[in-house]
């Protein structure tokens, strides 16, 4: 921590007027006059006076002095390697060289495969077992054996299917070997589940081309274009997601939407109102079965009977919806005022308050260490936080993101995206500096495999302290006021997947508290609006802001003083009680109920009405000095939901943890993840059906784990056009300090003031040892406070077979 002998955090009070000044030298731009505001609220009494003459020769100093450091990280060393890190770019080609090696797997590389020939999916690491973890952790055990997971595509037969192996030990010796990576499914068929996408190429040049050829005059004449698959095409045409799987059959439902006619990532607000049903089930694609047409609330069951009711006089066409201003999200309307001034913002005049080990993604802020990791599916996670020198959490991370919509047409009511099958790990990219996360933020690479390389987001998670603009804590007396600083610690990543932008933050606060929260942006995916009345708001000429649930699962692997932990639920209960000292009167009041989950059978529950229960996770043989359970209480922070739909027709048993607010189970090494990403592939007997984890067992002084929902209830508006704003599409939860400790932990803060008054004037300003601006030996530097938005990368690409680690290229993909 070589910075701190810099500007003090407290001068962050002061640097209004600093940066007014140095800006004025980085920007030739007119400044507004510095402002009085600050000297004016100053008491101009002996003491502050005497604070504030230091501080204004602190900054007449520091605009002399050299600038702050440049980097603003801090660096550590992790205490024990990190048993969730990725493998390295040698180790994965290692693995990638051995699977093409085995014969029994029969893979062909992905730039040679025909739909009809294996591949490999993904290569990453496997997290190791909790039990194996904590004995390396916690024990004098050496590091646990590291395997890779390999996802395959088995295409090359009539029943394709995707299966999961697990392959070690990595780095590849003679003693490597695969095996079904089945333990965490309770799917009981050898880590695999069948394929419904492999003929995806020829579902569109084959199918859905061809059929929206057949129509090619109505298209024409209803939107002036066509879907052929051209480059020149103005209309494209896809649909449901999970395909319905009802009967033994795979059913599809499609629809038309317009292209957008720029770069702007528009279609998914442009839907035409035209669909088509088709049963594609088997590879055999002579065999599909066009089901037929939807127009106007009126199904036809062949192209015929559609084509000659179209042409028939009277029949009704409705508009089509096409891009605008309304679906671009560049600047417009009049200008606000004041508003090409620069913004406030906020700065870290010492550098970074934290330190990081980068290469093992190992991070300490005050009181709070963790580790993170990093998947395919899943994105950022996060592991053995630990607080004081105890672990609080084994894991805190996502498990699975549901959105699910509903509507009178087969597109909306038919959709309900499990977005791990997309994965959060690729599309977590890199962050734009000063705005997803302040600039000064400190920032760790990511990577994933795709297609026999690795694609490594720059910067695509960022690590930074901020202040809240509200304090902490504070008092006011007749004598005194005392008021501490709300600095808490934030690590982010955003991932879009598709049309939706998903913005993730884990935050520490200096009593104890963490926060989990998500926030979304980006485009809705809308509905065409006929007929659609009861299912969202009319918000453009044809256009519904489709109502729909989103549900985010997370995995809150509480280890509390140990991993023998409780869930006690308090209630505030109304009640009418006789005391001793009310002369017999009963009196109505209320009071409070404990009582404890005993075992899964009463497991998944929702957050109490009027908050009026408190889910607490104790350890019951650990009390503080009063004789209470120590614990984490765990809360909704802004709103939070569980799926509206009951027993949803498109997901079956493939979203069950979506049904409640919170969800406790027994902690198992055969139960690491609530969701899988080919749960979409067989609904009624997805790879992991949540639901079969409730099978009776005892989680009372147990090792424990909850599974929260985040989530919102989201009916788009017009204030949704062109993207949806993260004021409102926020949801988390908190997990903090319940009788853990036997005192507010943030007292420890020097960054904090008791200011004494007496008859008008202050007689002492007490700052418990904070850094005095007066003691600032550099000046801030506003250039570092500007991001170099021109540094902006994308993705590098590294082929991995054959392993060409010395040429990489950049490309960056999204899903549209
Ligand atoms: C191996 O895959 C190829 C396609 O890549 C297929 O033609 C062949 O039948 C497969 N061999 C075995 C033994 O399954
Ligand atoms: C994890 O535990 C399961 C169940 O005991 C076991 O089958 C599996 O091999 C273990 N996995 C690893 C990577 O050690
Ligand atoms: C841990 O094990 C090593 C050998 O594996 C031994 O030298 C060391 O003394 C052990 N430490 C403790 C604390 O048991
Ligand atoms: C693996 O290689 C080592 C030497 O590198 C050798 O001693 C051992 O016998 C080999 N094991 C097998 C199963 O081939
Ligand atoms: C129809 O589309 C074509 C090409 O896509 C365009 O040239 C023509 O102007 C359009 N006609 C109308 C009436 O918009
Ligand atoms: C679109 O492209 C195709 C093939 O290049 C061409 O035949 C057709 O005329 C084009 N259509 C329009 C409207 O330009
Ligand atoms: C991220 O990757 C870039 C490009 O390879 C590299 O320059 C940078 O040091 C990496 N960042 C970290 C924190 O490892
Ligand atoms: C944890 O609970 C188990 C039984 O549920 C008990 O056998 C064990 O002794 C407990 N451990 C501690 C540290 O209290
Ligand atoms: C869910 O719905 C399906 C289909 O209607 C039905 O077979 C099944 O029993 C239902 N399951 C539950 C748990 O209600
Ligand atoms: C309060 O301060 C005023 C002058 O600012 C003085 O006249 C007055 O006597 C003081 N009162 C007390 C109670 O000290
Ligand atoms: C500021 O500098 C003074 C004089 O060198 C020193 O006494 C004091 O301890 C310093 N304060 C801090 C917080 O470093």
């Not at 859905?208 to 052929?228: F, K, P, Q, R």
Request: net charge negative; with cysteine.
């Amino acid at each position: 921590m070589g910075l701190l002998n810099c500007i003090s955090p407290r001068a962050i009070a002061t640097s209004a007027l600093l940066l007014t000044t140095l800006a004025q030298d980085v920007f030739a731009r007119p400044s507004p006059e510095p402002k009085a505001a600050w000297i004016r609220k100053g008491p101009a009494k002996k003491k502050l006076a005497n604070t504030l003459k230091r501080a204004v020769e602190g900054q007449r100093r520091a605009t002399e002095l050299e600038s702050c450091a440049e980097t603003l990280t801090t660096t550590t060393s992790a205490k024990k390697v990190n048993i969730w890190a990725p493998l390295t770019d040698v180790e994965t080609a290692g693995v990638v060289e051995w699977l093409f090696a085995q014969e029994d797997l029969n893979l062909t590389t992905t730039e040679e495969a025909t739909p009809w020939d294996n591949t490999i999916t993904l290569v990453e690491a496997l997290w190791p077992n909790k039990t194996d973890a904590l004995a390396f952790l916690d024990g004098n055990v050496s590091t646990p054996p590291k395997y890779a997971h390999v996802v395959l595509d088995h295409r090359a037969s009539e029943n394709p299917y995707y299966i999961d192996i697990f392959v070690g030990p990595v780095p590849v010796t003679n003693e490597t070997a695969w095996k079904p990576l089945a333990y965490p499914l309770t799917k009981e068929n050898g880590g695999k589940v069948r394929n419904l996408d492999a003929d995806s190429d020829a579902l569109f040049t084959d199918w859905l081309y061809v059929h929206s050829e057949s129509i090619a005059d109505i298209t024409l004449d209803l939107w002036n274009g066509t879907a052929l698959g051209l480059e020149n095409d103005t209309l494209d045409i896809w649909g449901i997601d999970p395909l319905w799987q009802d009967d033994g059959r795979i059913i599809r439902w499609d629809t038309f939407w317009s292209l957008p006619t720029d770069d702007f990532d528009a279609e998914t607000l442009l839907p035409l109102g035209l669909f088509l049903m088709s049963d594609v089930t088997g590879r055999d694609i002579s065999q599909w079965k066009l089901e037929g047409w939807l127009y106007n609330n009126i199904f036809y069951e062949t192209t015929e009977d559609f084509r000659a009711a179209y042409w028939t006089e009277g029949f009704v066409k409705n508009g089509g919806n096409v891009e605008g201003d309304w679906a671009r999200t560049d600047q417009q309307g009049p200008m606000l005022p004041l508003d090409t001034a620069y913004p406030p913002v906020t700065v870290a005049p010492a550098g970074s308050r934290f330190a990081v080990d980068a290469e093992a993604k190992y991070v300490e802020w005050m009181d709070f260490s963790f580790y993170i990791g990093f998947s395919r599916d899943t994105g950022l996670a996060l592991y053995d936080i630990h607080y004081q020198g105890k672990r609080i959490l084994y894991e805190l991370s996502l498990q699975e993101a549901l959105a699910h919509y509903a509507g009178n047409d087969p597109m909306q009511s038919g959709t309900a995206y499990l977005d791990t099958f997309y994965g959060f790990g690729p599309y977590a990219f890199e962050l734009v500096p000063g705005y997803d996360c302040p600039a000064y933020a400190s920032y760790l690479n990511t990577s994933f495999y795709v297609a026999e390389t690795s694609h490594t987001h720059i910067n695509s998670i960022c690590l930074f302290e901020t202040e809240a603009d509200f304090p902490l804590q504070r008092h006011t007396t007749s004598k005194y006021v005392s008021v501490t600083k709300n600095t808490y610690f934030v690590v982010r990543s955003v991932s879009t997947v598709g049309n939706y932008d998903y913005t993730f933050s884990y935050s520490f606060f200096l009593d104890g508290s963490i926060a989990v929260e998500v926030r979304a942006s980006g485009y809705i995916q809308s509905a065409y609006y006929a007929n659609n009345e009861d299912y969202g708001f009319h918000i453009n000429d044809f256009l519904s802001g489709s109502m729909h649930d989103h549900v985010l699962n997370f995995k809150v692997d509480f280890d509390i003083l140990g991993t023998n932990n409780s869930v006690q639920l308090m209630s505030l209960v109304p009640a009418t009680e006789t005391y001793a000292w009310s002369k017999g009167k009963a009196r109505n009041t209320m009071k409070l109920e404990r009582s404890f989950i005993e075992t899964e059978d009463d497991g998944r529950f929702n957050w109490g009405a009027n908050s009026a229960t408190q889910v607490l996770v104790v350890n019951e043989n650990e009390v503080n000095k009063y004789g209470e359970y120590r614990g984490y209480r765990v809360l909704p922070y802004t709103g939070t939901s569980h799926l509206t739909v009951k027993n949803s027709s498109n997901l079956g048993n493939a979203a069950r943890w979506a049904e409640f607010d919170v969800q406790v189970t027994k902690q198992k090494d055969t139960e690491p993840r609530s969701a899988h990403p080919f749960n979409s592939q067989d609904t009624a007997d997805p790879p992991i059906d949540f639901s079969l984890f409730f099978d009776g067992e005892k989680v009372r002084d147990e090792d424990l784990v909850l599974w929260v929902n985040l989530g919102m209830h989201h009916v788009p508006h017009t204030g949704d056009l062109p993207n949806t704003v993260m004021t409102t599409a926020h949801s988390g939860i908190q997990l903090t300090p319940s009788n853990y400790f036997d005192y507010d932990q943030s007292r420890r803060t020097v960054n904090q003031v008791r200011i004494d008054y007496d008859n008008g004037t202050a007689t002492d300003v007490v700052t418990f040892g904070q850094f005095d601006v007066a003691n600032a030996t550099c000046a801030l530097n506003f250039a570092a406070v500007e991001p170099n938005l021109a540094g902006y990368q994308g993705d590098i690409v590294v082929r991995k077979f054959p392993f060409d680690p010395n040429n990489p290229y950049f490309e960056t993909e999204s899903i549209v």
